[in-house]
Antibody, heavy 119, light 108 residues
Framework: EVQLVESGGGLVQPGGSLRLSCAASGFTFSSNAMSWVRQAPGKGLEWVSLISGRGGGTYYADSVKGRFTISRDNSKNTLYLQMNSLRAEDTAIYLC????????????WGQGTLVTVSS | EVVLTQSPATLSLSPGERATLSCRASQSVGSYLAWYQQKPGQAPRLLIYDASNRATGIPARFSGSGSGTDFTLSISSLEPEDFAVYYCQQRGNWPPLTFGGGTKVEIK
């Protein structure tokens, strides 16, 4: 059974940093691209970033480019999102998602971790 | 960036009725469009990918159609568990991957 469990969210001041983690199990992690998607409270889904299976390819939404860094440790089956220079508009639930093999859609999702940026 | 516009924003229907949801892209995305269902407090669930392919375990009452800029998700006969928010997402022209704003299917 595929499981994705996010952690690392919390309350942070504007300009601060946070690192999110996503522990994966139930599939061959290194063979799958992974992604972060966020959802502001009561709002829709927004794609944040994607990383290829081996980590050589990374992609970002313009809204986070230069501030967020996606990475992965395939030896630990873990996906990361380093978030710097956080802004109030980054407040959201951050969801880890597995990319459907061969496509850039998301076939499994975690439950998310809440990031709140506020003073 | 491809903008996806979903309509209507809210669809009020009764169990057993047919639901038809629309997703329009600002430019062609070929057939590279997916549909997700999200219930309150839950993660999204992939329903349809590449416009018309049902994901694993998705009931046959869900179907997708369309190509280019106009896509439709149909639910042939609404079950109580189908009342939720539905999102479309494109991969035809990325980055960025983009989602539509969602359609809420509510009980009439």
């Amino acid at each position: 059974e595929v499981q994705l469990v996010e952690s690392g969210g919390g309350l942070v001041q504007p300009g601060g940093s946070l690192r999110l983690s996503c522990a994966a199990s139930g599939f061959t992690f290194s063979s799958n691209a992974m992604s972060w998607v966020r959802q502001a409270p009561g709002k829709g889904l927004e794609w944040v970033s994607l990383i290829s299976g081996r980590g050589g390819g990374t992609y970002y939404a313009d809204s986070v480019k230069g501030r967020f860094t996606i990475s992965r440790d395939n030896s630990k089956n873990t996906l990361y999102l380093q978030m710097n220079s956080l802004r109030a508009e980054d407040t959201a639930i951050y969801l880890c998602a597995k990319v459907l093999t061969g496509y850039y859609f998301f076939d499994y999702w975690g439950q998310g971790t809440l990031v709140t940026v506020s003073s | 960036e491809v903008v996806l516009t979903q309509s209507p924003a809210t669809l009020s229907l009764s169990p057993g009725e047919r639901a038809t949801l629309s997703c329009r892209a600002s430019q062609s995305v070929g057939s590279y469009l997916a549909w997700y269902q999200q219930k309150p407090g839950q993660a999204p669930r992939l329903l349809i990918y590449d416009a018309s392919n049902r994901a694993t375990g998705i009931p046959a009452r869900f179907s997708g159609s369309g190509s280019g800029t106009d896509f439709t998700l149909s639910i042939s006969s609404l079950e109580p568990e189908d009342f939720a928010v539905y999102y479309c997402q494109q991969r035809g022209n990325w980055p960025p991957l983009t989602f539509g704003g969602g359609t809420k299917v509510e009980i009439k």
